[in-house]
């Protein structure tokens, strides 16, 4: 846990030692989803965005832990990343929800 926070501290204070050129955290794709609360985390901790990649989570899950001024990217990738739709064909109503 110590080690957490100070990971989040730390990225939330270069994002503030360099506002003129950093707008926030970027959540890369993790098999355990650890780092998507610590990517919010530092992000708001600096008060900048949160850039999600749609790789890896699915994005109803990701979606949760975005705010409306965040960015979630790679939505439209090949087959093998998490698509916007269901296993119907439908948009998923989370995303919807966050248009």
């Known amino acids: 846990m110590l080690f957490c926070?100070?990971?989040?501290?730390k990225t939330a204070e270069t994002i503030?030692?360099?506002?003129?050129?950093?707008?926030?955290?970027?959540?890369?794709?993790?098999?355990?989803?650890?780092?998507?609360?610590l990517a919010r985390e530092a992000a708001d901790f600096a008060g900048g965005m949160l850039?999600?990649?749609?790789?890896g989570a699915p994005i109803p899950h990701l979606?949760?832990?975005?705010?409306?001024?965040?960015?979630l990217t790679h939505t439209f990738p090949p087959s093998f990343r998490c698509p916007l739709f269901d296993h119907r064909g439908k948009v998923f109503s989370a995303v919807w929800e966050a248009v």
């Open 51 to 55: 850039m999600a990649e749609a790789y």
């Open 63 to 71: 979606l949760e832990y975005l705010n409306p001024d965040d960015i």
């Open 5 to 9: 926070m100070t990971l989040v501290e």
């Open 16 to 37: 503030q030692q360099f506002e003129n050129v950093l707008l926030g955290v970027k959540y890369h794709h993790s098999q355990t989803y650890i780092t998507l609360p």
